[in-house]
């Protein structure tokens, strides 16, 4: 474990959020035809006001839960980046399965957007988290094949490792359906665009249709917190993380993040979404048997490669 990291973790998280909700913004005014620039400060102005307002509830609700929710979701993306390496040497936490501390990231994540969705005893919230979890759990098949055939090249589960044995070449190159599969799973998780089945507009905001004032807040800021953990996995896992040459590796690790992010706003803004039965079918029939052909794909590569 590697104390001097703890600061950077933080640092990284925020000023991440930040730039997530600006390009998020500035995607939906493009998308609408409104002025780009103006809406760069949008998500500011939102957050100001949505502290200034008062917290109103629903009756009968788990208060507790519910408002330990964002804070579990914001300490699930913390956790998850824990495992990032930001330079060599240079890693919150270093553990022989990272990989596997990342997938019960994901788990858990199903389980605090359930708890969200449940606490407030009210039946958007909870339609939205049970469409969610019954499009999350199929979610994690594809994810830990993408992410068990990016670590087949080091031979090891551990998020160093993996970007080591990615000095060469970047693990996109010999695997190009991982990032793709792994995007996928990024929507899912961060409750965006075609994945969002929890939160989305025909429910009213579904598990946070309730929320209001700071809670709301603090929702929205724990979504975004995740969005950042995941580009950070994803360009770690698959673009080579915190390599590459002049500049420093926690910069290179920044940028290849701020790429991850970029597609992920682009996607959750241009892709539309499907009725949840379509996409279960579409989880089950297709991106499944497509991440393990992939899998086999990764297998045969690193034997030969």
């Given amino acids: 474990m590697s104390l001097a990291a703890v600061p950077a973790l933080f640092v990284f998280l925020a000023l991440g959020a930040a730039l997530a909700a600006v390009l998020d913004a500035m995607a939906r005014a493009a998308v609408a035809g409104a002025p780009v620039a103006q809406a760069a400060g949008a998500p500011f102005r939102v957050g100001r006001a949505l502290l200034a307002r008062q917290t109103i509830s629903t009756e009968a609700p788990d208060r ?3 408002r330990l929710a ?8 913390a956790v998850g980046l824990s495992v990032v390496p930001f330079a060599d040497g240079l890693a919150l936490v270093q553990l022989p399965s990272g990989i596997v501390l990342w997938g019960a990231v994901e788990a858990l994540t199903v389980v605090v957007v359930f708890l969200h969705g449940w606490s407030p005893n009210a039946p958007f ?29 080091a031979r090891s589960l551990d998020v160093v490792a993996i970007v080591e044995s990615q000095r060469g070449m970047w693990n996109l190159v010999p695997q190009p359906l991982g990032l793709p599969l792994f995007l996928i799973v990024g929507l899912s998780l961060t409750l965006r665009g075609p994945m969002d089945y929890a939160d ?7 598990t946070s249709a309730e929320d209001s004032g700071a809670a709301r807040a603090l929702w929205q800021a724990a979504r975004l917190a995740m969005l950042v953990s995941f580009a950070a996995m994803g360009a770690t896992v698959f673009l080579g993380g915190h390599l590459g040459p002049v500049l420093p590796g926690p910069l290179w690790l920044a940028l290849k993040t701020a790429i991850v992010m970029a597609l992920l706003v682009a996607l959750t803004h241009l892709v539309p979404r499907m009725p949840v039965s379509r996409m279960v079918t579409l989880l089950w029939v297709v991106l499944l048997p497509l991440s393990f052909l992939h899998l086999l794909q990764a297998g045969l590569a690193a034997l030969w490669l």
Avoid: E, H, K
């Avoid at 964002?70 to 993306?77: F, N, Q, R, S, V």
């Avoid at 049970?130 to 830990?144: D, I, K």
């Avoid at 989305?200 to 579904?206: I, K, R, T």
């Fill in 64 to 66: 507790a839960n519910w």
């Fill in 70 to 77: 964002p804070a579990w979701y914001g300490a699930l993306a």
């Fill in 125 to 153: 919230p909870l339609i939205g988290a049970y469409r969610y979890v019954a499009t999350g759990l199929p979610v994690m098949l594809p994810s830990m094949f993408a992410l068990i055939a990016a670590a087949l090249p």
């Fill in 200 to 206: 989305s507009a025909d429910l009213s905001g579904g």
